[in-house]
């Protein structure tokens, strides 16, 4: 009988926890919202740099609008093409669960929004706290149309760090005296490096040490004492940049939607896609002081925009200047254009806020070379077409494969709807001749193969990813995103990546979560995920210039079993090629 009693009432609380579990799920679904927003692509006359141009925004603004949820939120956003170029918008670090078809990358995962088309985007956020963005995905045409994507914890929840006064969205941005999509176009047909950008920017503003430009310096207020969060996204289309305020330390406790353990710094590097979350304090004298951004350039010889973007923090009791007088905010000191030490050792100083999850047994152990080449002179060519070094023309590769991306379908639509001939699954899961990765390469290696290849990864499979710089032509840091996914950057090291001594070096304890590695120079990173987002995901270097050579490959994720393990069913809106 007691046995029975013991039964009776095990299985009572089983179902008062199930229905308590159900009533937890139904409460937090029930504060979960849904946004609702336009977004409508369209030329703006934009003035910088004592000149005014067509630029294309999203809404008229530049940046574009940022948009506020909270974790569990969905958004719904139905762009609306205006613009006189083909567009589509991609969600930078959402992870787009079984939602491949909201993931934006043109050619990718949909064909691009033609003029006077539209497209909804509709997806969850899922298990993602912190700051990330949104960005055009075609062409160069991200250099102006981008904005900032903040999520707070769900409703009940709090950050894991005292609440800030105020939040203030950073961007740091390129600017061109061009139309961008004339500059890429231009580099296209010659071979060469494109021009370089005339100004960096902050929430679209240059700043003060440009000309025509100090009545528009981005302001940032604070009170004397107060402790804000600072959300900072390199929207910067092909640059590294650090980052400083004059005088001031930085917390930094978040990177990519991801917490992190607190560390100090007066300086930061992000590469282009990555965010930084940090604390900033208001305890220096009432003045105002420069926050600023230059280059991080590490290319050897590379030309580079060498200027630098400020805004201002104002203590709002700073003390008024005498009428007629402009009091000069606080300089402060960024790191020489090259300082790889300074960049290092922040990008090394990131760990998980708390101990973590790593794959530990590896099913896929992949080695990705990624870098430069030059291509030799196309047969007829005239050498107006080829004027790379010594008459060739730029390229770029990851495992010796130029990416080339499809024009009839996206990799996606080609995958689901069984298209022969859009891509083949070969992809290399390491480089078809070993050599010494950031020696001396002989010039036999320069050339790569183009391709449309994926690799095919099984549902559930946990992956290694060792990427490894080249010094092909030269070498330089690269920033690596991956779609659809985040993953643990386990190590990175310079030289060539060693299995026999670096592997000891693996952090597996709490290792930073991000979706965008910034791969040393003359280096590489380590990076392990599992593959448990169904669908095609492109990893790509976030230099935009990189991309349009070919430095790019993508993955094809299976489906696993039951529809919570499988890709949804394309919407019917979905733009066609």
Not at 171 to 176: F, P
Not at 375 to 395: D, E, I, L, W, Y
Not at 454 to 473: C, E, P, R
Request: hydrophobic content about 40%; charged content about 15%; some cysteine.
């Amino acid at each position: 009988m007691e046995a029975l009693n013991s039964i009776s009432n095990s299985s009572c609380s089983f179902y008062l926890l199930a229905l308590l579990l159900l009533f937890a799920n139904a409460v937090i679904l029930a504060n979960a919202e849904t946004h609702n927003h336009k977004f409508v692509v369209q030329e703006t006359p934009v003035k910088r740099l004592c000149k005014t141009q067509n630029s294309i925004t999203v809404n008229g603004q530049l940046p574009g609008p940022t948009l506020e949820v909270n974790n569990g939120d969905t958004l719904v956003i139905n762009v609306v093409n205006k613009a006189r170029y083909n567009v589509t918008i991609h969600w930078h670090g959402v992870r787009q669960m079984r939602t491949g078809w909201a993931d934006g990358p043109e050619f990718i995962t949909q064909c691009p929004i033609r003029p006077g088309g539209s497209y909804t985007y509709r997806f969850t956020i899922q298990g993602q706290e912190g700051t990330l963005w949104w960005h055009a995905h075609s062409s160069w045409l991200r250099a102006t149309v981008y904005g900032a994507l903040v999520i707070r914890p769900k409703e009940g929840d709090s950050y894991p760090f005292t609440k800030p006064k105020r939040e203030t969205p950073i961007l740091l941005g390129e600017w061109w005296d061009a139309n961008p999509i004339d500059v890429v176009r231009q580099a296209t047909k010659t071979g060469a490096t494109p021009n370089v950008s005339d100004a960096y920017t902050i929430n679209g503003q240059p700043g003060d040490l440009y000309n025509c430009s100090s009545k528009d310096t981005v302001i940032v207020p604070v009170d004397s004492g107060e402790t804000n969060l600072l959300r900072i996204i390199n929207a910067a289309l092909n640059q590294q940049l650090f980052f400083t305020v004059a005088n001031h330390k930085l917390t930094v406790v978040g990177a990519d939607a991801s917490y992190v353990k607190p560390f100090s710094t007066s300086v930061l590097m992000l590469g282009p896609g990555q965010t930084t979350d940090v604390l900033i304090t208001a305890d220096q004298p009432p003045a105002r002081y420069y926050i600023a951004a230059r280059a991080y350039a590490s290319a050897q010889g590379a030309p580079f925009d060498n200027t630098t973007t400020t805004a201002i923090l104002e203590y709002k009791t700073a003390p008024c200047p005498a009428k007629g007088v402009s009091a000069k905010p606080v300089v402060p000191t960024l790191p020489a254009f090259n300082d790889t030490a300074t960049a290092t050792t922040f990008t090394s100083s990131f760990r998980s806020f708390k101990k973590v999850q790593v794959p530990t047994d590896i099913d896929e152990s992949l080695f990705f070379t990624v870098g430069l080449g030059l291509s030799k002179c196309p047969s007829g060519a005239s050498s107006r077409n080829c004027q790379g070094p010594n008459g060739t023309r730029f390229t770029a590769s990851m495992n010796n494969v130029s990416f080339v991306l499809p024009s009839n379908f996206s990799l996606l639509q080609a995958h689901q709807q069984g298209i022969p001939g859009v891509f083949t699954t070969d992809f290399p899961a390491a480089p078809p001749v070993k050599f010494d990765y950031t020696g001396n390469v002989s010039r036999a290696l320069w050339q790569p193969i183009p391709g449309t290849k994926v690799y095919k990864l099984k549902y559930g499979a946990t992956v290694q990813v060792v990427l490894q710089g080249t010094n092909i032509f030269t070498a330089e840091n690269h920033p690596i995103h991956l779609h659809g996914y985040d993953f643990y950057i386990v190590a990175e090291g310079f030289g060539n990546f060693n299995p026999k001594t670096d592997t000891a070096k693996f952090n597996l304890v709490d290792p930073p979560l991000r979706n965008t590695a910034s791969v040393p120079v003359k280096g590489w990173s380590v990076i392990r995920f599992v593959a448990d987002n169904p669908g095609v995901w492109i990893m790509h270097c976030h230099l935009d210039v990189h991309i349009g050579w070919g430095l790019a490959m993508a993955f094809l994720v299976d489906n696993g079993v039951g529809q919570l393990e499988s890709l949804e069913h394309p919407p019917p809106d979905l733009p066609v090629c």
